[in-house]
C-alpha cells in the first residue's frame, strides 16, 4: 500500500525562505552613485571655485565686493568665463556680506553650510528622499511576490 505524504508545513516555509533569499539576490540594485550626487557635488565645486575668486577679488581691490557679482569678477579676470551650473535650474547668489560672514549659495543645491540652505533646496532634499525611499519600497515588494505565491499555492494542495 502507497502512504500518503504529509504536507510539512516547516519544509514549506523554509522553501519561501529560500525563494526569498533568492529573490533578494536577484533583486538587488545595481551598485551605482545616487542620481544626484553627481550634480550636487559639481554644483558646490562652482559655489568653492565662486567663492575663491570673491576673496581674490577682496584682497586685491579696495572697494571689496559684499554681494556676488560675476560680471565683474568676469571683467577683472578673476574668472575665465561665466560659471554654468551643474543643472540648468542652479543660480548662484549671495547671503549676507561677502567681505564678513557672507557665503555663496544656488537656489537648487542650497549652500555649503547646512544653515544657510535655501527653502527651494530644503524640498528638493525631501522629495529626493521620498522618491528613494519609493524606489526602495517597490524592491522589497518585488522580492517577497514569489515566496507569498508560493506559500498560498503550497497551502491550498
Known amino acids: 500500500m502507497k ?7 516547516i519544509s514549506i516555509f523554509f ?6 533569499v533568492i529573490n533578494c539576490i536577484v533583486f538587488q540594485p545595481p551598485l551605482k552613485p ?8 559639481a554644483c558646490f565645486s562652482n559655489i568653492r571655485r565662486l567663492s575663491g575668486a570673491v576673496e581674490t577679488y577682496n584682497m586685491n ?4 565686493m559684499t554681494e556676488l557679482d560675476l560680471k565683474r569678477l568676469i571683467d577683472s579676470h578673476y574668472l575665465k568665463e561665466e560659471v554654468k551650473g551643474s543643472e540648468p535650474e542652479c543660480r548662484y547668489y549671495s547671503q549676507g556680506d561677502l567681505t564678513n560672514d557672507g557665503v555663496i549659495c544656488c537656489e537648487l543645491h542650497g549652500c555649503l553650510t547646512a544653515s544657510a540652505t535655501s ?11 521620498e522618491e528613494k525611499y519609493k524606489d526602495e519600497l517597490f524592491i522589497s ?4 511576490l514569489a515566496p507569498v505565491l508560493y506559500l498560498m499555492f503550497a497551502l491550498m494542495q
Not at 3 to 9: A, P
Not at 34 to 41: A, E, I, L, T
Not at 141 to 144: I, P, S, V
Open 119 to 129: 527653502k527651494i533646496a530644503k524640498e528638493r532634499e525631501k522629495k529626493l528622499a
Open 61 to 64: 581691490n579696495t572697494p571689496m
Open 15 to 20: 522553501t519561501a525562505l529560500l525563494i526569498y
Open 3 to 9: 502512504q500518503k505524504k504529509e504536507k510539512s508545513y
Open 141 to 144: 515588494c518585488a522580492r517577497a
Open 34 to 41: 545616487d542620481r544626484y550626487s553627481y550634480p550636487r557635488k
